[in-house]
């Protein structure tokens, strides 16, 4: 494949990612925007209790199907062995950490809702895991990253509209706001951080 291919070939790439996890996302905010049952809030442990059998099995649903598309568009199996296992344990770690947030602001309702640390659930992830796959070039970094993108985003939109006791077109309106606020920049802002070096072309002769 010549350069202008493989250059291409990204590009397009990336764009089939951003599709997916921007669909994903609105998808997730129209389901969340229905009438959930919610978790009783507790101020010890994990902070939730009770955890609605439907609210529970909405999360593991999105997170799966979410995490399926991420990899067959990312083609995370390809990434090289240590982008990969980076990959899959940060995806793993991350999915835990969205779901347990999601539970803990539906269970907040319309309740003081301070997102201090909202930005890290997607912020963190993705630098983590842009830090290792830098190495591999612009292409495999795009990837991942943005593959990460895929399962991060939609989980994140779910949690706001599921939080509001606003009507579904209000909290749909306001969780689009609110991901794009701690879901898209932060998401965005790792992923130029740890954006791979171009590859430099040595002249011959």
């Not at 994903?24 to 009770?50: F, Y």
Request: no cysteine; glycine share 8%.
């Amino acid at each position: 494949m010549t350069a202008p291919e493989e250059r291409w070939s990204g590009v397009r790439s990336a764009v089939r990612l951003i599709a997916a996890a921007l669909s994903l996302s609105v998808l997730a905010m129209l389901v969340g925007s229905a009438d959930w049952p919610a978790p009783r809030r507790t101020s010890s442990g994990w902070q939730v209790a009770d955890v609605p059998v439907p609210l529970l099995t909405l999360l593991l649903v999105t997170a799966v199907v979410s995490l399926a598309v991420a990899v067959v568009l990312a083609r995370a199996h390809r990434l090289g062995a240590t982008v990969t296992a980076t990959w899959w344990a940060v995806a793993a770690a991350a999915t835990f950490a969205l779901i347990w947030n999601d539970l803990y602001l539906t269970a907040l309702g319309d309740g003081p809702i301070i997102p201090v640390f909202a930005w890290a659930f997607t912020f963190v992830p993705t630098l983590l895991v842009g830090l290792v796959a830098r190495r591999g070039g612009r292409a495999v970094h795009l990837r991942a990253t943005l593959g990460l993108a895929v399962l991060l985003l939609p989980l994140s939109a779910l949690g706001w509209p599921l939080a509001s006791d606003s009507r579904a077109l209000i909290a749909f309106f306001g969780g689009i706001y609110t991901v794009a606020l701690f879901g898209v920049l932060p998401l965005v802002l790792a992923v130029v951080l740890t954006r791979a070096p171009r590859a430099q072309v040595t002249p011959v002769g």
